[in-house]
């Protein structure tokens, strides 16, 4: 016997379970299926929790921006707890360089409606104690973005989508997406066969191969990026801290105090490195501490618990592809979120649960036409 | 009995500084170079904070560096107090809630370290580690030896019995303490082999480099071959109570008596029948510590009935088929409540029996420390492992098998040209034998002249009363390492005393009929305290298993001092038939227990995770709404999420799963991520000097 549901969403990440929670809630009949045996066992939990509107471009703020209200008010709506802290996000400059990209690009931040303001260097002092002073040049500063638990905001997505009548398949492979004359029927996993006019594609660094010789081509990328957390201290600072300074090896870094006390960082490594090799390198470690003591001498104190590595899967100008598939009917990408699937899924969810009830809004095409699948992928973000 | 351990049948007791330091603002005494933690509990301080989720007391529960509950702040830093040594003038402080990280904004330059090239790291200087490195020292082969400790010899250096297995491979007869001593000395004859103490392995990384703490700063060492020999952690067991301060694993307290001479309790009660149990509790006894006694699941002890009968006759009863039920008091163990097992395992209605005691002995398995082994291996590095790590034993098995790797090492490189001898793989499988079947052995016949009993019944890999009797009288019925002893036929004994003195179960005595035929001198071994046995005073003598024979008074106390120092030889004078059957001497009258009336063992308040204090409850709710995968679970409830990176909750975790009647194939195991302990970013960027201390 076939299934037969109204969507099917592919991978239960950081995308697939908000998608689902947002279809279910429309009423679509939907499953989600992923190989891994349980939500967010993808790149998901590799996340470091960051979640912002900070972003260079009119689509990824707007889409961020509904993110934002949805992760801000989870636990007053629905009682599970995601560990949100509204602490902002900041942007030191050190350098002239730095400071022009930030002061350039605030007209645009702030016509999407992004509260953002470019502060002094005594403000970037006080909204984080011990960062060094020598050099600073100020930064720019958002304070109502924040961050939250990947791990606790995917289960409760989950438990959400099911309440609503999602239904979850987990530790199963989708082998292929079933058409019949460029339109899509379902797919077919090694375990039997579903039927269903909508297969959403959330499948990240897994979508090129989960659409090959189907639809269009997909230009995206699995980058290496590595990540740690360290031991719960008092709570001394609240901004999630991007250092856009360069260095050998790195092109920045990013840490921030979870609600937990705990701090967690990041890196982008210079060259990027792709593949799909998770296991942590010694490379990192070295690297992102010499960065970090640099900017706040302080942390050479703090006890590093646990480090990972997890996959950017990266277009080529940093934007989401995301949109209705031109040659196969019913088939549609959400995925290449360039690293930005935890704080874009929750707003991406609902864009996507418009387009499959045919109700998207003059916001949604702004959005659509920066992230389509058939743009030229030449911009380059500011801020990816 | 005061706290610090000043005088010890066996150990003997090292002279050392007393320094000033200050706890919380108040000032103490301890001696320089011992950890904070045996200096804290030398000053009875048992509390070392209070945990931020629920402000319950933290303190010494794995005193091995592992899991992070005996967090204090030294000097204004977070440290391991079992881990960081004593300095005078120290500030130390406990921990309430998260600890502050220090507002020093000083800069640093950092110091990044480079990967390092060798041809063998090992890591873990235990029996196994020891063992290998001697080999390949033996055959000049450039070898690294990194071990967390500040001295060499793992958990050898906590064993003060003598060992077992076989006198011409492992030592047999000679305290574990110093075949640590004899590896050591033997080791640092071999130029090739470089030892790191005070190193920490931290990390196998997927481009085959090691990363290791040295002190405070960071080393990246890439080797061509790899072994692991780190030995094993013990596992925990889920009762109410099992987090309170008190609730130790056995090895922890073997730590604290005998390394760090420090008296933690005055009276304990053991978990588990294993060897490592039954050591801890005889260790209890040499340290002057009373032991209330033991429970076994099981119908049978799972350790050395030598080892068994060695704590009855001692007069520590053992309870087979009992469990704990829990562990009561308010921030530190007050009591203990056991109760009877049926054959399904259910607690017998009205069976409990609660014994005041202070301190809980986990000692339920111990569990391989081969995370790095698997890793490496996944890694695609050329990865080794011996010991403990690879498959738990005793030491004397992990010697050998240390030795055997050595080998292997030195093959695999090249370096050896010879076949690894077949023997050797047969020998190194005697050595790990679980003790055997019990025989039914009568006393002797005869009454006259002088002759050795052997109260020895079970088979187990041990030689050494064959190895010492000087007129070769003494052989073993069958395998020459696994049989039982017994003299040779027409074979002479002198009453020389030597198979008394070296036996490590304590299980021979001497009956000489020369002088009197009908009351012979029986000549017991003794390793407690020596005033308990001063030529005069009145001893009761047990048979093998702990029953009274009678008392008597003590005729003569010797020892054979130089080749078998601790072991006391206790002479009294017995009738002819008692006297063959007498086999011990009983040191503590039989605790009291009181009977409390039925009670529910409900352990769903049973802490799981120690480090988030996640209970098993919280935990089984999850479990029954569905959750297979321990990522998930992590996810959901933080289990596995702390310091100690899920070392002791993990056995727990599967545990739980079972328990609940899940297929365990079911289950999606943890993801093993580096770090192995936490490490300050600033070691990482070499904040603290660069390579010079090596």
Not at chain 2, 11 to 22: G, N, Q
Not at chain 2, 432 to 445: D, I, T, Y
Request: one cysteine or more; a negative charge; proline letters at 6%.
């Amino acid at each position: 016997m076939t299934e037969t549901y109204d969507a099917i969403v592919v991978g239960a990440g950081s995308v697939g379970v908000p998608t689902a929670m947002a279809l279910a809630a429309q009423g679509v009949r939907t499953l989600v299926i992923d190989r891994h045996v349980s939500p967010g066992q993808g790149e998901n939990k590799h996340a470091l929790g960051g979640t912002r509107a900070t972003h260079s471009v009119p689509g990824k703020i707007l889409v961020c921006l509904r993110s934002l209200e949805i992760f801000s008010t989870w636990e007053e709506t629905y009682g599970d707890p995601i560990d949100w802290v509204k602490g902002g996000y900041l942007f030191p400059a050190y350098g002239a360089e730095e400071e022009k990209v930030l002061k350039e690009i605030l007209p645009v931040q702030r016509q999407s409606g992004l509260n953002i303001d470019y502060i002094s260097p005594e403000e970037v002092q006080e909204i984080l104690p011990g960062i060094r002073a020598e050099g600073l040049r100020g930064g720019s500063y958002s304070p109502d973005d924040g961050n939250a638990s990947p791990l606790l905001a995917i289960n409760a997505f989950y438990r959400r989508a099911v309440a609503e009548g999602a239904v979850f398949h987990f530790g199963e492979r989708v082998t292929a997406i079933l058409t019949r004359d460029d339109r899509v029927e379902g797919v077919a996993t090694e375990r039997g066969k579903y039927h269903a006019p909508v297969v959403i594609d959330t499948a990240g660094p897994f979508s090129p191969s989960l659409c090959a010789n189907l639809g269009e081509e997909l230009p995206i990328l699995p980058e290496l990026h590595e990540a740690g957390i360290t031991e719960p201290v008092r709570p001394f600072f609240k901004c999630l801290v991007v250092d856009l300074r360069s260095g050998p090896g790195s092109k920045n870094d990013y840490f921030c105090q979870n609600n937990r006390g705990q701090v967690i960082f990041s890196l982008a490594p210079d060259p990027p490195e792709i593949g799909l090799n998770k296991r942590s390198t010694s490379s990192f470690l070295p690297l992102v501490s010499a960065r970090m003591v640099d900017m706040m001498p302080r942390l050479k104190n703090l006890r590093v618990r646990r480090t990972w590595r997890g996959i950017y899967p990266v277009s080529p100008d940093g934007a989401p592809i995301v949109g209705w598939d031109q040659k196969v009917e019913g088939l549609l990408h959400a995925t290449a979120m360039c690293g930005q699937g935890f704080m874009l899924g929750p707003g991406m969810g609902e864009l996507l649960s418009r387009m499959v009830t045919g109700k998207t809004t003059e916001r949604d095409a702004v959005i659509l036409k920066e992230f389509s699948p058939r743009r030229r992928f030449e911009s380059h973000e500011a801020l990816k | 009995m005061p706290r610090r351990i000043e005088r010890h049948p066996i150990l003997s007791i090292p002279e050392k500084r007393e320094v000033m330091f200050a706890w919380n603002g108040q000032t103490l005494k301890g001696y320089e170079g011992e950890t904070l933690a045996a200096a804290l509990f030398a000053n009875g301080v048992h509390i070392f904070g209070h945990h931020f989720k629920d402000g319950s007391p933290q303190g010494i529960f794995c005193a091995n560096g592992q899991c992070s509950q005996c967090l204090v702040i030294a000097d204004g830093l977070p440290v391991k107090a079992c881990m960081t040594p004593l300095k005078e003038g120290m500030v130390v402080e406990s921990v309430e809630g998260f600890p502050a990280l220090p507002e020093d904004d000083a800069a640093v330059s950092p110091h990044p370290s480079p990967i390092r090239e060798v041809d063998v790291l090992i890591i873990g200087a235990g029996p196994a580690g020891l063992s290998a490195a001697i080999e390949l020292g033996k055959l000049g082969i450039d070898t690294l030896l990194v071990d967390d400790k500040d001295r060499l010899g793992g958990k050898l250096i906590l064993q003060t019995h003598k060992f077992f297995g076989s006198v011409e491979d492992s030592h047999a007869g000679v305290r574990g303490y110093r075949i640590a001593d004899l590896l050591a000395e033997e080791l640092a004859r071999y130029p090739s082999v470089r030892v790191w103490l005070n190193t920490t392995a931290v990390g196998v990384f997927a481009d085959g480099v090691v990363g290791a703490v040295k002190g405070k700063g960071y080393r990246r060492i890439r080797p061509r071959k790899l072994l692991v020999a780190m030995g094993a952690r013990e596992r925990m067991l889920a009762f109410p109570g099992n987090t309170l301060l008190g609730v130790f694993g056995a090895g922890a307290f073997q730590t604290l008596v005998n390394r760090d001479l420090v008296r933690p309790s005055s009276r304990v009660f053991i978990v588990g029948g294993g060897n490592v149990g039954l050591i801890a509790g005889y260790h209890a006894l040499q340290a002057g510590i009373e032991a209330a006694g033991l429970v076994e699941a099981l119908p049978q002890v799972g350790g050395y009935k030598v080892h068994a009968d060695k704590l009855k006759r001692l007069g520590v009863p053992i309870f087979t088929r009992h469990t704990v039920v829990s562990a009561n008091g308010d921030d530190h163990v007050e009591s203990v409540t056991i109760a009877a097992l049926d054959e399904n395992w259910r607690i017998v209605p009205g069976s409990y029996k609660t014994f005041a005691v202070d301190t809980l002995l986990i000692a339920v398995g111990l569990v391989e420390v081969n995370e790095f082994y698997r890793k490496a291996e996944a890694c695609g590095m050329d990865v080794f492992v011996a010991g403990d790590a690879q498959e738990i034993g005793e030491a004397t098995a992990a010697m050998f098998a240390g030795k055997v790797t050595g080998f292997k090492i030195a093959k695999s490189l090249g370096r050896f040209e010879e076949e690894i001898p077949r023997a050797w793989e047969t020998k190194a499988e005697i050595l790990k034998s679980k003790p055997g079947p019990v025989w039914k052995r009568p006393a002797p016949e005869k009454s006259e002249g002088v002759f050795p009993v052997f109260h020895c019944v079970q088979e187990i890999p041990c030689n050494p009363c064959a190895s010492v009797c000087p007129e070769h009288a003494i052989e073993m019925d069958g395998d020459e390492l696994l049989g039982l002893p017994r003299l040779v036929e027409g074979g002479r004994c002198v009453g020389c005393l030597s198979c008394v003195a070296v036996c490590p179960g304590l299980a021979i005595s001497l009956v000489d009929f020369r002088k009197d035929s009908r009351n012979p001198t029986v000549t017991l071994p003794y390793e407690v305290w020596r005033e308990n046995v001063a030529p005069g005073q009145t001893i009761e003598v047990t048979d093998m298993e702990g029953n009274t024979l009678g008392r008597y008074p003590v005729r003569r106390v010797t020892a054979l001092k130089k080749k078998f120092p601790g072991t006391l030889l206790v002479q009294v004078e017995m009738d002819g038939e008692l006297a063959k059957r007498a086999a011990g001497i009983r040191l503590q009258k039989e605790s009291a227990a009181e009977k409390p009336g039925d009670g529910e063992a409900i352990p769903d308040e049973a802490i799981i995770c120690r480090c988030e204090r996640v209970t098993a409850g919280e935990l089984r709710a999850h479990i029954r709404q569905g959750v297979r995968d321990m990522n998930q679970l992590k996810a959901l409830t933080r289990a596995g999420m702390g310091a100690c990176g899920s070392k002791t909750c993990r056995p727990l975790l599967w545990q739980l799963f079972r328990e609940e009647g899940v297929d365990l194939k079911e289950v999606t195991d943890l993801v093993d991520r580096p770090l192995f302990v936490e490490v300050p970013l600033g070691s990482f960027a070499g904040a603290w000097g660069d390579e010079s201390d090596d």
